[in-house]
């Protein structure tokens, strides 16, 4: 092997090794996980079960129900708000403004803005807030809900804060995260939705996500 | 003449002063009034006024700061709920109340704002926003 020849080789053994490692990349699975035992062909084997988004339905700013069933095979970012919120929502909806222009058009993403002051943001006004905002109603949710349900949503499935409390600006205290969810409605990532530099993040874990997919 | 140009001298002198006092106050308002804006406004408004597509208007429209002048003021402590025109554009959602703000607070807030974001009005003067408050509909 000539000197040239031997660079080639060990340029080649690198590249491969350095698209093998990249391509590889997976998010972590959030949330609770169990051992099950179940019986395949016979023999029994021991897989893993991990937490889910629990169903839900919800209505949209069309007056469409929106459930899981809405979501299947699609990735998704949720996050809580209401619109005459003044503190954190109108950067997180700039920055989830952000994300939506990324990924505008794709079939496989999908957008969840669940308004947790159902009292004030009615139909009508999700509707007209997100027309100002300029998104299309397709592809990004603005959902309708029991005000109970859609707190207990955020505790137990998406692991988010939102309560009523008269001293807070706008009268109601939440969290300010992105959750990024799988086609198995699992979590797979939660980002600060103020935090310019986590929704970069979150920007390129979705596109790893997808990719996920991509190569089955 | 001796006694003449020493008198002007003076004058001269007094009268720097007062500039640079003048000057000195336009500055502390503007940096204060940048502190107010990141705690009061920034969140909705933005960082550099862009405000937020057609839900929150930017603070760019400089006629319209100048015409609305002595309502800002009003604005901002008592919120809006009617649709307003900004670069051609309307908006109509509610703006909310800022009543923790004194005066002294609005007019470092209001000197900031009308001489950022491509604004140029100078100083506003408490005097001048208890005046605006006054008349506030």
């Not at chain 1, 939506?100 to 803005?113: A, D, I, R």
Request: aromatic letters at 12%; glycine letters at 6%; charged letters at 20%.
């Amino acid at each position: 092997m000539t000197f040239k020849q031997k660079i080639f080789f060990v340029l080649t053994i690198c590249a491969v090794f350095v698209s093998c490692s990249s391509s590889n990349k997976k998010l972590p699975i959030y949330g609770e996980r169990e051992a099950i035992k179940k019986m395949i062909n016979g023999v029994e084997v021991v897989d893993t079960l991990y937490q889910t988004i629990p169903k839900f339905s919800f209505l949209n700013q069309d007056s469409v129900v929106i459930n899981n069933d809405s979501l299947n095979n699609k990735i998704y970012v949720a996050d809580f708000f209401f619109t005459s919120c003044p503190s954190i929502c109108p950067i997180m909806k700039k920055q989830m403004l952000r994300v939506y222009e990324k990924f505008k058009g794709n079939t496989e993403v999908k957008f969840l803005s669940h308004t947790i002051d159902p009292k004030h943001d009615s139909i009508p006004v999700l509707k007209n807030f997100s027309n100002k905002l300029g998104v299309n109603s397709m592809q990004w949710y603005f959902l309708f809900g029991d005000k109970e349900t859609v707190y207990n949503l955020a505790k137990t499935a998406y692991m988010s804060t939102s309560y009523e409390d008269k001293a807070a600006p706008g009268g109601i205290v939440h969290s300010g995260y992105f959750l990024l969810v799988d086609k198995n409605k699992r979590i797979r990532g939660a980002y600060d939705g103020t935090n310019e530099g986590q929704v970069n993040q979150l920007i390129d874990d979705m596109q790893v996500l997808l990719n996920e997919y991509q190569t089955k | 003449m001796l006694y003449f140009s020493f008198t002007l001298l003076v004058i001269a002198i007094l009268l720097t002063a007062c500039v640079n006092e003048e000057k000195v106050k336009y500055t502390r308002y503007f940096t204060d009034g940048a502190q107010l804006y990141k705690t009061n406004c920034q969140n909705c408004h933005g960082a550099n006024g862009d405000g937020l597509a057609q839900l929150i208007p930017p603070l760019t429209d400089t006629s319209f700061l100048r015409k609305n002048r002595s309502q800002l003021a009003c604005i901002v402590t008592y919120g809006i709920a009617d649709t307003i025109k900004i670069n051609g554009q309307t908006y109509n959602f509610k703006m909310p109340a800022n009543t923790n703000l004194v005066p002294i607070d609005l007019a470092k807030l209001l000197t900031y704002v009308t001489n950022s974001f491509g604004n140029k009005q100078g100083l506003y003067d408490v005097s001048e926003i208890e005046n605006h408050l006054k008349k506030c509909r």
